[in-house]
């Protein structure tokens, strides 16, 4: 039987201003590492550099609409 891979973190999301980024911090309950991203694009980067797979977000019906009443 092969080893199972486990990673666990604490995530924060917060805000410095209601219309500024999404930032998050990621902490390693077993290590306390803590690291920063100033966008949620770097929290995924890291995440997929630590799984070593994509992460592919589905489309909704209502992303699309939107979408789709931005270009009229």
């Known amino acids: 039987m092969s080893k199972r891979?486990?990673?666990?973190?604490?995530?924060?999301?917060?805000?410095e201003n209601r219309d500024g980024p999404w930032r998050a911090l990621l902490e390693n309950p077993n290590t306390d590492e803590r690291v920063?991203?100033?966008?949620?694009?770097?929290?995924?980067?890291f995440l997929e550099k630590k799984t070593g797979e994509t992460i592919v977000f589905p489309q909704t019906i209502e992303s699309k609409k939107e979408r789709q009443d931005h270009v009229l």
């Open 36 to 45: 920063g991203f100033a966008n949620l694009n770097e929290l995924i980067e």
């Open 5 to 15: 891979e486990y990673m666990a973190y604490l995530l924060r999301l917060w805000r």
